[in-house]
């Protein structure tokens, strides 16, 4: 085993699940939302301090939005529609 001590400022999971016949959130645009995101912090050089991953299934399924979580607040967002991406982008804002 071999531990890394590193702690961006900022971590952004996203869930990107894919189910068939259920809810998830590759159906709600949680890929959409990842790069995003992703994108974001690459066009404004802060892929050091902000971590953006993709994840599984982080338990908050639904048929409306996709599904992140930002650390280290600990805060879950549900629902994610592309209205909503702005508002992701000013919890990134940091200095
Ligand atoms: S599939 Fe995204 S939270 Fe469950």
Do not use: Q
């Not at 189910?19 to 959409?32: I, L, P, Q, Y």
């Not at 994840?55 to 599904?67: D, E, I, P, R, W």
């Amino acid at each position: 085993m071999e531990i890394v001590n590193l702690k961006p400022k900022k971590h952004i999971i996203v869930c990107v699940n894919e189910r068939e016949n259920e809810d998830c959130c590759m159906n709600v645009c949680g890929m959409e939302l990842f790069l995003y995101l992703k994108n974001y912090v690459r066009n404004n050089g802060l892929s050091g301090s902000v971590w953006i991953t993709r994840s599984k299934c982080l338990g908050f399924c639904n048929n409306t939005g996709a599904v992140a979580v930002i650390y280290p607040e600990g805060k879950w967002i549900t629902e994610i529609k592309e209205d909503d991406y702005d508002n992701i982008i000013k919890e990134l804002r940091l200095f």
